[in-house]
């Protein structure tokens, strides 16, 4: 059963916005601790934001710290990454992941995955 649902993802030029969605079930009602990964073709996944189960408190890559926002609504159940300022080096299918250790940007830390959703930036 998928429970990590991305959405929002699609081909942006340069310096445009974007923001993802993840409909993550019960993840955020049970404490979870959520971020979001990106995995370039040929590239390692890498994380790039993470969000304390609290809400408030968050950690990002330092390739994105300053343009892109994560957030959750623990009513909705839902986890944004809001992106500005896009870059081509941006492009990667994002993923929302879902794990138990506060602050960390390992895919180590994390068991389970959506299925991602591609965003591409076009110069």
């Known amino acids: 059963q998928v429970q990590l649902v991305e959405s929002g993802g699609g081909s942006v030029q340069a310096g445009g916005s974007l923001t993802l969605s993840c409909a993550t079930s019960s993840y955020i009602y049970r404490g979870a601790v959520m971020a979001w990964f990106r995995q370039a073709p040929g590239k390692e996944r890498e994380g790039v934001a993470t969000?304390?189960?609290?809400?408030?408190?968050?950690r990002y890559a330092d390739s994105v710290k300053g343009r892109f926002t994560i957030s959750q609504d623990s009513a909705k159940n839902t986890l944004y990454l809001q992106m500005h300022s896009l870059k081509p080096e941006d492009t990667a299918v994002y993923y929302c992941?879902?794990?138990?250790?506060?602050?960390?940007?390992?895919?180590?830390?994390?068991?389970?995955w959506g299925q991602g959703t591609q965003v591409t930036v076009t110069v």
């Open positions: 969000i304390y189960p609290d809400g408030y408190n968050s």
């Open positions: 992941a879902a794990g138990t250790t506060p602050g960390s940007l390992s895919t180590y830390a994390y068991s389970d």
